[in-house]
């Protein structure tokens, strides 16, 4: 027989006991040096306890998210077949970066066997004079032809009325409201881009309180011209940059959930779906070294779905100064391959629910965000406000 093994035991310990040891450690220094201050308006300790911490409720969402790829380049051939093999490795959503206004037979050629029924497609023009209103209306045409089912289409066109235009066009987003409300119950046509608003982690507060705004500028203006804020806000999605702070940019995304929760309720609107968050990589923080890269790409998609994004996007990893790669397309799928099949983050809701740190630092970004946010709309709201 072998011999039996004692179990070791460990005395019972405490903060109290964390706290003496610490300050051994710093022989005697001051505990403060062990604190972060994000800003002004968040410090975080070194060390949480269930004493210190009211849990938050975990994230009001489904478990899992939409495994993005960007295909954006060469002609309309090439293009198809950049989004053809994203798909063949695993891409569950498009993401068509177009560099000029497609017609009918563009769009017919851009999405050639691809199965639209099975994907989310996302759209997105980027140049002046972009009608994104008109790239909505031969998409459905190339829908009805190809004889979908229009309410089983998921996607979204990227509308963002006051980032692209002198005098936001209105009146075509809220005939776009209109029709999408009717067939299209899973199609969004409305989209606050916040990546102009990242400024790091010291900003983060700020980055909300201006994507809070200007999304509740569009259930402002929508409604004074007739649309119903509920409406606006089924088809509504939140653009956001996650880059070099992982536990910043974890909370963020928690954070905003709450935020726009509390905005919501602001309209009457009591009980609304998850508000959708679609996550992108920054490539500012990416440099010639690809593998330097994959793990800068990685972190920053942990953030993302760990914060509870239902799309993400991720750059290909060759960088600015080298065109991307069939190859690199395909390692920053694989990533979120990784993550939803080895590390299981598709099976919960709310991977960060529990952890007394970023329950802290999620409650505080939404104290500091939201006084941000009451300070813009004091001024007039996102339209006028000049100082926050």
């Known amino acids: 027989m072998p011999a039996s093994v004692a179990t070791p035991s460990f005395p019972d310990s405490d903060k109290t006991d964390w706290l003496e040891r ?37 994230l009001d969402r489904s478990a899992g998210w939409t495994i993005g790829a960007y295909v954006d380049s060469g002609t309309n051939d090439a293009i198809n077949a950049s989004a053809l093999r994203a798909l063949n490795q695993g891409a569950e959503g ?10 009918a037979a563009d ?24 009608d994104p209103a008109e790239l909505f209306r031969d998409l459905v045409g190339y829908l009805r032809r190809e004889g ?40 969004r046509v409305l989209q606050v881009n916040a990546a102009g608003f990242n400024n790091g982690p010291a900003l983060a507060d700020a980055e909300l309180a201006l994507a809070l705004a200007k999304g509740a500028e569009y259930l402002q203006q929508l409604r004074e011209r007739g649309a119903e ?46 508000v959708v968050i679609a996550a992108h990589s920054d490539v500012a923080t990416l440099m010639a070294d690809r593998d330097q890269n994959l793990l800068h790409l990685t972190t920053q ?44 983050l598709a099976d919960y809701a709310d991977p960060a629910a529990g952890s007394y740190y970023l329950d802290t630092l999620t409650a505080q970004l939404v104290d500091a965000a939201w006084e941000r946010f009451r300070t813009i709309e004091a001024q007039g709201g996102f339209a006028e406000a000049t100082d926050f």
């Open 229 to 274: 804020p509920a409406v606006v806000n089924q088809h509504l999605q939140f653009a956001f940059t996650v880059g070099s702070s992982y536990y910043v940019d974890i909370a963020k995304l928690r954070a905003f959930r709450v935020l726009w929760a509390n905005v919501l309720r602001g309209f009457g609107i009591e009980s609304a779906p998850p």
């Open 107 to 130: 769009i017919d050629a851009l999405l050639h066997d691809v199965r639209l029924d099975f994907i989310s497609l996302h759209c997105a023009l980027r140049y002046p004079g972009q």
């Open 22 to 58: 610490a300050t051994k450690e710093l022989k005697g220094r001051d505990l403060d040096r062990l604190d972060w201050e994000v800003n002004e308006r968040i410090r975080l300790s070194a060390h949480y306890t269930a004493e210190d911490v009211t849990p938050l409720p975990a």
């Open 301 to 344: 998609a942990l953030s993302a779905v760990t914060g509870g994004a239902e799309l993400l996007f991720l750059a290909p990893p060759e960088g600015d100064d080298a065109p991307p790669t069939p190859l690199g397309h395909r390692l920053s799928i694989n990533i979120q391959h990784l993550l939803k099949l080895e590390a299981g």
């Open 148 to 187: 979908y089912d229009l309410r089983q289409i998921r996607g979204s066109v990227d509308f963002d009325p006051l980032l692209d235009w002198s005098e936001p066009p209105f009146p075509p987003l809220i005939r776009l409201l209109g029709f999408v409300n009717r067939w299209m119950p899973d199609f």
């Open 94 to 103: 498009l993401l068509f970066r177009l560099f000029r206004q497609p017609g």
